[in-house]
T-cell receptor, first 115, second 116 residues
Framework: AQSVAQPEDQVNVAEGNPLTVKCTYS??????LFWYVQYPNRGLQFLLK??????LVKGSYGFEAEFNKSQTSFHLKKPSALVSDSALYFC?????????????FGAGTRLFVKA | GAGVSQTPSNKVTEKGKYVELRCDPI?????LYWYRQSLGQGPEFLIY????????DSGLPNDRFFAVRPEGSVSTLKIQRTERGDSAVYLC??????????????FGPGTRLTVT
């Protein structure tokens, strides 16, 4: 069965410092991986995805993520955090080999960027 | 263009009542998803439609929950005999699900359901 783990409930970082939000996944086959962000009083927004190809994917707002198959991880990163990056971040996975489109989300990690 | 819309934004109902939640996806998106999000949790998959048919309803918690998408566009999530445990934010998302698009989902603002 598919599963996603976001081991940190909250990540605190100072503005201008690099940030990492961790995600590990479990699927029986090849994964599609996604990051979504939820700002206060706003809906979930797509940030970036890994489907195939280059393991380092770039997305919106300067975010990037690295797919690591051996470690089954897909950590979200940004070289220099902004206060406006403070939000709730969700990692999600789809298992291609099941043939379906069921998407499993992690519990979320709250990112707090301090000025 | 217009995003995914959901109505109502808030719904308060009494235990045992029937409710319907509506989702209007992005025009042209063939795939539609329903999720349930409880406080402090990630979205929990309920059901996925490809066109008019429910391709995967494995996330529906029990037979009180049912969803339809009769014309392949608007979808309605129906909950019978509501229970207090059904209180949550119900999210709808749509996507293209084509080989070129990559399957990212676009979410609506959600319907906050409160069962008293």
């Amino acid at each position: 069965a598919q599963s996603v783990a976001q081991p940190e409930d909250q990540v605190n970082v100072a503005e201008g410092n690099p940030l990492t939000v961790k995600c590990t996944y479990s699927v029986s086959g090849n994964p599609y991986l996604f990051w979504y962000v939820q700002y206060p009083n706003r809906g979930l927004q797509f940030l970036l995805k890994y489907i195939t190809g280059d393991n380092l994917v770039k997305g919106s707002y300067g975010f990037e993520a690295e797919f690591n198959k051996s470690q089954t991880s897909f950590h979200l990163k940004k070289p220099s955090a902004l206060v406006s990056d403070s939000a709730l971040y969700f990692c999600a996975v789809r298992d291609l080999n099941t043939g379906g489109f069921k998407t499993i989300f992690g519990a979320g990690t709250r990112l707090f960027v301090k000025a | 263009g217009a995003g995914v819309s959901q109505t109502p934004s808030n719904k308060v109902t009494e235990k045992g009542k029937y409710v319907e939640l509506r989702c209007d996806p992005i025009s042209g998106h063939t795939a539609l998803y329903w999720y349930r999000q409880s406080l402090g949790q990630g979205p929990e998959f309920l059901i996925y439609f490809q066109g008019t048919g429910a391709a995967d309803d494995s996330g529906l918690p029990n037979d009180r929950f049912f969803a339809v998408r009769p014309e392949g566009s608007v979808s309605t999530l129906k909950i019978q005999r509501t229970e207090r445990g059904d209180s949550a934010v119900y999210l709808c998302a749509s996507s293209e699900n084509s080989g070129t698009s990559g399957y990212e989902q676009y979410f609506g603002p959600g319907t906050r359901l409160t069962v008293t």
